[in-house]
C-alpha cells in the first residue's frame, strides 16, 4: 500500500510535444529558364544582325556569273545563328511557361501570349514568303531586298514560336480552373444578410 501511495505521490516525467514535420515542398524556381531565354535572345538578334549586313554580299554573289552559287561565310553565320535561337528560345520559353503556368491561379493568362506569338508567326511567314517571290523573279534577283525580307521574316518565326511555346506550356501547367468568391444577399426564415459564395 505504501509502495502504490509513494508511486502515486511521484512526479510524472516531463514529455515535451513535438510538432509533426511536414514534408519539404520544393517550389519551382522563381528565374528558371531566365538564362537560356537570354542567350536565345542575344543569339537571335546576332543572327539577324549578321543576315542583313550580309544581304549586300548575297546580291554579289547573284550578280557573279561566275562564282559558284554558295552564301557567303557572314550568311552561314547567320543561318546557324538563328538555328541555335530557335532551339534556345523553344527550351527557355517551354521552362518559363511551366514555372509562371505553375505559379498562376488560372490559365487566364496564356491567351495573350498565344494570340501575339499567332500573329508574329503569320507576320513572319509572310515575309519569307514575299522573299522567296522576290528572290525567284528574274529582274529582282540580284538585289539584296529578298534576302532581307527572308531575314526578318525567319526572326519573326523565331520570335512567335517562342512566344507559342510559352503560352501552350502555361496553359498545360496552369489550374483547369479558377475559383472567384463573391458576396450575395441571402434572406431565409429568420436569416437575413450576406453571404460568401465560391464558383468553381
Not at 32 to 51: D, I, Q, S, Y
Not at 96 to 104: I, K, Q, T
Request: aromatic share 6%; net charge positive.
Amino acid at each position: 500500500m505504501w509502495l502504490a501511495l509513494a508511486m502515486f505521490l511521484a512526479p510524472a516525467p516531463r514529455v515535451d510535444a513535438v510538432a509533426p514535420t511536414s514534408p519539404r515542398v520544393e517550389a519551382p524556381r522563381r528565374f528558371e529558364g531566365v538564362v537560356v531565354l537570354t542567350a536565345g535572345a542575344l543569339a537571335g538578334a546576332a543572327g539577324l544582325g549578321l543576315g542583313l549586313a550580309s544581304a549586300q554580299q548575297v546580291a554579289a554573289v547573284d550578280r557573279c556569273v561566275e562564282c559558284p552559287p554558295r552564301l557567303p561565310a557572314m550568311a552561314l553565320a547567320a543561318v546557324a545563328l538563328n538555328t541555335t535561337s530557335l532551339g534556345l528560345l523553344t527550351l527557355g520559353a517551354g521552362v518559363r511557361g511551366r514555372v509562371c503556368g505553375s505559379r498562376s491561379p488560372s490559365r487566364a493568362g496564356a491567351a495573350p501570349w498565344i494570340s501575339v506569338g499567332g500573329l508574329t508567326t503569320t507576320g513572319g511567314l509572310l515575309f519569307v514568303a514575299a522573299g522567296l517571290g522576290w528572290q525567284f523573279a528574274e529582274s529582282s534577283r540580284a538585289s539584296a531586298t529578298p534576302w532581307t525580307l527572308l531575314q526578318i521574316g525567319l526572326s519573326s518565326v523565331v520570335a512567335g514560336s517562342s512566344l507559342l511555346v510559352y503560352g501552350l506550356a502555361y496553359r498545360k501547367y496552369a489550374p483547369d480552373r479558377e475559383l472567384r468568391v463573391d458576396v450575395v444577399p441571402t434572406a431565409a426564415r429568420g436569416h437575413l444578410g450576406l453571404a460568401l459564395v465560391g464558383r468553381f
